[in-house]
């Protein structure tokens, strides 16, 4: 309130404020015009009143708390819905089969259910009921509960997804940049190429080597590739962004001859299988190290991501440009990358290879969000878990030979579509 009377009481003294081109860019984000200033680039060189200036900003973050709340509202809906197809993987399920369908009202029996059980245990104030009982009169309860892990896995890895696409095309000014160009993702496959090759199907139920030998080799070959960018780029230079991606795509051929020459020649046609199964992700494992190895990722890559979501806007300026105003460019560039690699390799891990996801949500959420980078950071928080929850839900639906049908497949159906729309009406993806 007080700030509102300053700025009436600046207005009637005819005060003003020149409108910049972040105001421009602003109203361009979906903030609405205040009447009487006028549209377009004829905003330059015009002024505001501090009241309309006010008006401005309120409307900006009305728009945006509404965006926020809308998508959240969606995720809620096909969270509760996701929760009743059991897919491919629903004989592994207790008292379930495979691609059985819970409707919303069994959702929500077991949802109360469990809920019910739990306040009991933690307050003694109700007996809990008994397994039999739950048996006979909450189908599903289990089966729900073993597909909740599945869902949140898969929100996880979208919100990684998504985050890293965003860090890459900031970093490279390059709104086709995806943070598979490092090469880390060769590292998973050829964990997986390996851990088969020597233990055949059993490799399946070796999590623990599994884990480390993808994160392990993944985090080697972005070690060697950084360390080779920066050899290369000549001492007393700056880092050479471009020569490090050549060396990343020249070690990336290199490792995908070698997982290609030794899956397909060397192994057998079992073996074959349970790589392709691994490497897919088309059965998501939600054990307890599966949950400690991708809350570390998390952790990592974006925890440091949240603290610098202001200074990454300095990702946009020349590099000159970004060092005359004190700020450590080639830091910021360098924690982008590093957090990006981790981020899209724990996805590859856990779900599998859905590059377009880091690809299309981050047109999406400058899009309908707006280029500042906070702002991005929370468009693809938003956008992305609901698009490849999507995607999950589809792939658990379509009945497939095997284990199923892999996400990354379901995913290039679905998002290539939207991408052509996107850019078809020349929404405004990258500025």
């Known amino acids: 309130m007080a700030s509102s009377n300053k700025a009436q009481r600046a207005s009637s003294h005819n005060c003003t404020v020149q409108y910049t081109a972040r105001d421009v860019a602003r109203l361009r984000n979906g903030a609405a015009i205040p009447s009487g200033v006028g549209s377009g680039l004829g905003l330059f060189g015009k002024s505001l009143s501090l009241a309309q200036t006010n008006q401005l900003y309120r409307s900006e973050h009305d728009a945006l708390a509404m965006r926020v709340f809308a998508s959240v509202l969606i995720l809620l809906l096909l969270v509760f819905v996701s929760l009743g197809f059991m ?107 390996l851990m088969v090759y020597l233990f055949g199907a059993n490799a399946a139920n070796m999590l623990g080597m599994r884990y480390a030998l993808c994160y392990g080799f993944g985090a080697a070959i972005l070690l060697f590739v950084l360390l080779a960018g920066r050899k290369l780029s000549g001492r007393g230079k700056p880092f050479d962004l471009v020569t490090m991606l050549l060396v990343g795509s020249i070690v990336s051929q290199l490792l995908g001859f070698v997982v290609s020459y030794v899956t397909l020649f060397l192994m057998s046609d079992e073996d074959y299988l349970s790589f392709y199964t691994l490497s897919q992700m088309l059965v998501v494992d939600t054990s307890a190290v599966s949950w400690l190895a991708l809350g570390i990722a998390c952790v990592v890559s974006l925890v440091p991501v949240f603290f610098l979501r202001y200074k990454f806007n300095a990702l946009a300026l020349a590099p000159e440009e970004a ?20 981020m899209i390799l724990a996805a590859q891990v ?82």
Request: glycine share 12%; with cysteine.
């Open 350 to 431: 856990h779900v599998g290879m859905v590059s377009l996801v880091s690809l299309i949500v981050p047109f999406l959420a400058r899009s309908l969000f707006g280029c500042e980078s906070s702002r991005q950071l929370i468009g693809n928080l938003c956008i992305g878990p609901i698009l490849l929850l999507v995607c999950r839900d589809i792939t658990d639906l379509i009945p497939f030979i095997g284990d199923g049908l892999a996400i990354g497949s379901v995913a290039s159906v679905v998002m290539l579509p939207l991408f052509v729309i996107v850019m078809a009406r020349q929404m405004r993806g990258w500025e």
């Open 323 to 342: 060092r005359m105003l004190g700020l450590n460019y080639g830091g910021l560039r360098a924690v982008a990358l590093l957090c990006g690699s981790v």
């Open 87 to 193: 897919g491919a993987a629903g004989d592994t399920y207790t008292y379930s089969y495979r691609y059985q369908v819970y409707n919303p009202i069994e959702v929500a029996g077991a949802l109360y259910e469990y809920a019910y059980n739990s306040l009991a245990q933690l307050t003694h104030l109700w007996s809990v009921h008994t397994n039999d009982w739950i048996l006979e009169n909450v189908p599903g309860y289990w089966a729900i509960q073993q597909r909740a892990g599945v869902v949140g896995i898969t929100l996880l890895c979208a919100v990684l997804l998504s985050i890293s696409g965003m860090l890459y095309q900031n970093t490279f000014k390059n709104p086709i940049a995806g943070p598979g160009m490092l090469g880390v993702g060769s590292g998973v496959s050829l964990g997986l190429m």
